[in-house]
């Protein structure tokens, strides 16, 4: 599912068996129409899973937290934010049958994660690898040489076929392959000191809405949102 505004993509994932259920990078202008996605198809709500802390929106865990009370936020142990449970590299996100392994991605932000399922053969990246291209590495925290060997050692040694899913795209697209970014990723097919000089010239302007976004992340309750 997509919010518009920031081109933020958001992921619902359920058991089939057991109607267990986590949702990914949501966003507080589109958390309720999630909400209600998630009452159509009967799903039990019970993590909000927060790739990072988010520059360009805020995130809708406290939303959905006042419409599903026993949902828990999680975040990266190095995020910075405020959450239920922590989460750390090598960690396993169980939701009923399903589980996703937790690989931390770090180069965007300090507390970047991505969420691999392996029987599904999918990862969740969030802007840590997007479809040919990356998460600019020039604010919160970012390091272009953190970030290129976080998808070369953590991303990138997933199997070819591995689907990728990932945090943002902005011409449409929805999902990409390791094996595709690997071969075609403008990138990240450079060497490591190549990439950097690259993300190091980008001059992007900062999100416009990267003070509300960091102050709002901060917190927890649905007056503040975590």
């Known amino acids: 599912m997509v919010e518009y505004a920031s081109s933020t993509y958001t992921y619902i ?7 267990k259920a986590v949702i990914i990078d949501p966003v507080m202008e589109t958390a309720h129409r999630d909400a209600q996605v998630i009452r159509d198809l009967d799903l039990d709500l019970i993590y909000g899973l927060n790739t990072h802390v988010h520059a360009d929106h805020v995130t809708g865990t406290g939303v959905l ?11 990266s142990t190095h995020s910075g934010g405020k959450a239920d449970h922590f989460v750390k590299d090598g960690d ?7 589980c996703l392994e937790v690989r931390t991605t770090p180069g965007h932000t300090d507390g970047c994660i991505s969420f691999i399922s392996h ?13 040919r291209a990356c998460g600019r590495t020039d604010f919160q925290q970012g390091n272009a040489r953190t970030l290129y060997r976080s998808i070369w050692d953590k991303i990138f040694t997933l199997p070819d076929d591995f689907i990728v899913y990932v945090g943002h795209n902005y011409d449409g697209l929805l999902q990409t392959s390791i094996g595709e970014e690997k071969r075609l990723n403008p990138r990240l097919t450079k060497s490591e000191e190549e990439f950097v000089g690259i993300m190091d010239n980008l001059k992007l302007d900062y999100p416009k809405q990267i003070g509300r976004s960091a102050f709002s992340s901060g917190l927890r309750d649905h007056e503040g949102i975590e």
Not at 65 to 75: E, G, Q, T, W
Not at 92 to 98: D, L, M, P, Q, R
Not at 119 to 131: E, K, N, Q, Y
């Open 119 to 131: 029987p599904h053969r999918m990862v969740f990246t969030g802007d840590a690898l997007l479809i």
């Open 13 to 19: 994932l359920g058991c089939g068996s057991t109607r």
């Open 65 to 75: 937290k006042s419409a599903f009370p026993s949902m828990k936020s999680v975040l």
């Open 92 to 98: 396993k996100i169980k939701f009923g049958h399903e």
